[in-house]
């Protein structure tokens, strides 16, 4: 029952820290920073954990006391290429899970091309054994959006694209808090 109340963690400025993997602590984790006063409780779950001489409602969004700066150039990881690229393939366009994508250099290594994020795209697997060891020009296969270093606000903002599978109502406030309200 515990293990399925995670805090939601907020950076000073009320932003998540993550979007994707959405930023999360465990109910452990939050109530101890809470107790080491390192983070504002914003919201609670409705479940409480006690101890001999304290009962605590779980926070289930807190936030930082002090703001956490976001690293300026992110790790260059397979699944930041692929949500980069908001898990489709470059070449047919196509949305996959990420278990059946792969990369694919677009000037081929053999060709001396270099695993660097201007020449890596994703791709599924089809296109890729399509594509194979040729270049663009050869194959008549062009990505769709040209392989370019992406800045972590690029990944976050590709990462509010993709929601987890749980979210707890108290959390969606703070989510998209900033994004574009429908008319009606």
């Known amino acids: 029952m515990l293990d399925s109340c995670p805090a939601l963690v907020l950076n000073a400025d009320f932003r998540p820290l993550s979007y994707f993997p959405l930023s999360l602590w465990s109910w452990q984790d939050a109530v101890k920073a809470v107790f080491l006063e390192r983070v504002f409780i914003v919201d609670h779950y409705d479940t409480y954990v006690r101890s001999p001489s304290l009962e605590m409602r779980l926070p289930s969004v807190i936030a930082l006391k002090e703001y956490v700066q976001a690293a300026r150039n992110p790790a260059f990881t397979r699944f930041n290429v692929f949500l980069r690229d908001r898990f489709s393939c470059q070449y047919c366009g196509e949305p996959f899970p990420s278990h059946d994508l792969t990369f694919d250099h677009v000037v081929p290594r053999s060709k001396g091309g270099k695993t660097i994020w201007a020449n890596v795209v994703t791709a599924c697997s089809v296109c890729n054994l399509l594509k194979g060891n040729r270049l663009p020009q050869q194959s008549g296969?062009?990505?769709?959006?040209?392989?370019?270093?992406?800045?972590?606000?690029?990944?976050?903002?590709?990462?509010?694209?993709?929601?987890?599978?749980?979210?707890?109502?108290?959390?969606?406030?703070?989510?998209?808090?900033?994004?574009?309200?429908e008319q009606s």
Request: aromatic share 20%; proline share 12%; charged share 20%.
């Open 141 to 181: 296969m062009y990505p769709r959006h040209r392989p370019v270093q992406p800045s972590s606000f690029m990944l976050q903002e590709n990462g509010r694209a993709f929601p987890p599978n749980y979210l707890h109502d108290s959390w969606r406030d703070y989510l998209y808090w900033d994004t574009e309200l």
